[in-house]
C-alpha cells in the first residue's frame, strides 16, 4: 500500500507558474511508475503526465507539452508537477496517482493510488 499527500495547490494569474509536490508513504517508491490527472468543476477527470520509475521516461497531455514538467525524487519519496505559463484552463483539482504494473496510463483505472487532489485556481 502506498498513500499519497498532494500540496503546493493555490491561485495564480495567467502566465504564471506553480509547482505541486505528492509526498508517498513507504520504503518502496521507486517501484511505483507515478502520474498526475486533474479535474475541473463539471468535467471528466484527465490525464496530465505520467513518469515511469527511475524518471527516465515521461509524457504529457498534448495541451501541456511544454508547459509543464513532471519529475520524482527517489530519496525524498516524492513526485513533482512544475507548471509554467499557466492559462484559465487549466484550473482545476489536481490528483497524484501511483501503480506498480503500467501499461496503459491515460485513463484513470489504470492507476491503483490516488491522493486527495489539490486545488489549482489560474486567473485571467
Known amino acids: 500500500q502506498v498513500q499519497l499527500v498532494e500540496s503546493g495547490g493555490g491561485l495564480v494569474q495567467a502566465g504564471g507558474s506553480l509547482r505541486l509536490s505528492c509526498a508517498a508513504s513507504?520504503?518502496?517508491?521507486?517501484?511505483?511508475?507515478m502520474g498526475w490527472f486533474r479535474q475541473a468543476p463539471g468535467k471528466e477527470r484527465e490525464f496530465v503526465a505520467r513518469?515511469?520509475?527511475?524518471?527516465?521516461?515521461?509524457d504529457y497531455k498534448d495541451s501541456v507539452k511544454g508547459r509543464f514538467t513532471i519529475s520524482r525524487d527517489n530519496v525524498k519519496n516524492t513526485v513533482y508537477l512544475q507548471m509554467n505559463s499557466l492559462k484559465p484552463e487549466d484550473t482545476a483539482v489536481y490528483y497524484c496517482?501511483?501503480?506498480?504494473?503500467?501499461?496503459?496510463?491515460?485513463?484513470?483505472?489504470?492507476?491503483?493510488?490516488w491522493g486527495q487532489g489539490t486545488q489549482v485556481t489560474v486567473s485571467s
Open positions: 496517482v501511483a501503480v506498480q504494473t503500467l501499461a496503459v496510463y491515460r485513463t484513470p483505472p489504470a492507476w491503483e493510488y
Open positions: 513507504g520504503r518502496t517508491f521507486s517501484s511505483y511508475a
Open positions: 513518469i515511469n520509475r527511475s524518471g527516465g521516461s515521461t
